[in-house]
Every structure is written in C-alpha cells, then in structure tokens.
C-alpha cells in the first residue's frame, strides 16, 4: 500500500495536476482577466505547509476551499463535484482536454468562477472542471482549486521558503533583490521552462512546475539524452500522482544538476513514460529543487528571480 509519507519522499512528480497542461479545444473570445489588490500592489504574507506544495486558502463564488497554485498548469482547475455543489456558471463552450505528463488524457467542462484570495480578487476566471477529489484523496491534502497561468501570467508570484510562506504581487510592483540571479523563461509548448544541465549532457529545457513536489522528472527520452539510463546506473522505483492517476516510474540519481551558476549534487530524478500526443515538455523541476532558493516567478516579463544559497554546490539527496 502506498502511503501519503512514501508519497512525499519519494515522489518526484507528486503533483496536483501532474504537470497538467490543458488542450482548450473552445475558440470562443474570453475576457482578459483583471486582477485587483486590496492594497494596490501584494497580498500579505500567505503560509504554506513546509513540505508538498504551495497551498493557500482561497474563496470561490463565496464558498471557501484549499487551492494549489501550480505553474504547471496552463489554466485554473476546479473539482468537478465542488463546482457542481457550488453551482458554477458553464459558458456555451466546446469541452476541455487536460494532459498530465503521463497517463491518459481527461476530458471535462469548463466554469466560470469569481476567486478571491487574502487581500486579492480576480473575476471570470475559465477554468477546467476535473476530479480533483482523486488525487486530493491520493496526496493527502484536501485541496479543490488549482490557480494555473492564466491567473499566475497577471501577478509575480513570490516565495519565501525560509519563512513557508508565499504572496501574489502585482506585475508593475514587484521589486528585483540586488544579490538575486534572473533566469530567461523559455516557453516551450506554452510552458515557462529553464535550461538545466544534468551531469555532462547538455542542458535541457524544463518547466518550472511548482505543482510538482519532487526535485527533477524527465521524460525517458530526456533522461537517455542526459545518460541516465545507461548501464550500470542504479534505478529504483518511485511513484507520481497526476490526473492519469497514480503511475509507478523508475528514479535515478543524478550527481550534478546545474541550474544558472549553481550546481546541486546527488539530486533524485524520475522518469516517467509522457502521455502519448501530450503538449508536454521534456521534464519538470518541482518544489523540492526550488525550495532551496527564495523564487519569484514572472510569468508576465518571462524570467525566474532565485536569491542564490550561500553555497554555489548544495547537496540535494543527503540533505533530507
């Protein structure tokens, strides 16, 4: 039986959607989302939980939930059960096709929904209907919204994994830390992604997912390219959970991944079989790899803001 603590260790693509990049099948004009501030500019100071994801508090149409915010997602997700309880508006449109980096497709519906954060409101959000519940149940944390970059694309979000804490601040008002290192957001498929070098390959592009609770997954493709699966390399087994359900996939360690000037040793690394015709890219950096910086991601301007450790070599395996 797998339990939420195997889960959590050994996971590296524990995840609420899984990496979910969402296929909108609909052509029908929306309107740009506007995100509003209380204050004009942030919202406080938001806890998160030490480990596992960055989840939040959060109020739809009223109602109140747990939400995740998933860079990994390219639109918001509600859970189908909590929408239909919750009455959410279902605009005349063509059915949503939502992608996991494995496992098969989900087809759902889209609703309309008004969600408010503490200090931050943003209305007429789209968002995909899908059972969540599932991998809510999987994971252990009872969560029913995922804020995607449609929302995420509009505000920086920033990060601060000293504290555990997190907050959304507006696109014209965030501040560049003197000492922080700025990584060019690459879109590929859609996805924000960054180069990383994984031991003396060259580097690949991956996204940045903080939906994902693990250090680094990659496609078996990726991982043959990086020489992960050459002979002699020690595999293990570790499992994922995503909106293709709990999968079982093979996990290497890496003994240096480079990301900007900083180089992590002995970093766990899962392959993952992708989802066949899935829009997905190579492989993902999850919360674990990004916890070790303090991290602001601008969607918006295309870039990763880290404030670099003290130490240009961290280990990653042996530090749990």
């Known amino acids: 039986m797998t339990t939420r603590r195997t889960l959590l260790t050994r996971a590296g693509l524990l995840a609420a959607g899984g990496a979910a990049l969402f296929l909108v099948r609909d052509r029908l004009p929306w309107p740009p989302l506007e995100p509003r501030f209380a ?7 938001l806890p998160i939980p030490r480990q596992g994801l960055i989840e939040v508090p959060a109020v739809v149409n009223g109602r109140r939930l747990r939400a995740i915010v998933d860079t990994g997602a390219e639109f918001t997700a509600v859970d189908a059960a909590f929408a239909e309880r919750a009455g959410l508006e279902r605009p005349l449109a063509a059915p949503v096709l939502a992608y996991g980096v494995s496992g098969r497709p989900s087809l759902a519906h889209t609703v309309r929904l008004d969600l408010r954060l503490p200090g931050f409101a943003i209305d007429r959000v789209r968002a995909a209907a899908l059972d969540l519940a599932a991998i809510s149940a999987a ?21 601060d994994f000293t504290r555990d804490r997190v907050r959304l601040v507006a696109a014209d ?25 994984i031991e003396d390959a060259a580097p690949l592009d991956l996204l940045v997912d903080t939906g994902a609770s693990g250090w680094i997954a990659l496609s078996e493709a990726a991982a043959a390219q990086a020489g992960l699966l050459a002979p002699g390399r020690q595999v293990s087994q570790a499992h994922s959970v995503g909106l293709g359900g709990l999968s079982v996939d093979r996990l290497v360690t890496a003994r240096r991944v480079r990301l900007g000037p900083v180089t992590l040793r002995d970093i766990d690394v899962q392959i993952y079989s992708p989802a066949a015709h899935a829009p997905a890219p190579s492989g993902l950096i999850g919360l674990r790899l990004l916890r070790r910086f303090g991290m602001a991601v ?10 670099t450790p003290a130490l240009s070599v961290v280990s990653g395996t042996n530090a749990r």
């Open 39 to 45: 204050d004009g500019r942030a919202t406080p100071w």
């Open 139 to 159: 994971t252990g944390r009872d969560f029913q919204l995922l804020i995607g970059r449609d929302v995420l694309s509009r505000v920086v979000l920033e990060a």
């Open 173 to 197: 008002r965030a501040a560049t830390p003197a000492e922080a290192m700025i990584l060019p957001l690459t879109p590929r498929s859609g996805a924000p992604t960054v180069p990383v070098a």
């Open 298 to 307: 601008d969607l918006g301007r295309r870039r990763l803001v880290l404030q």
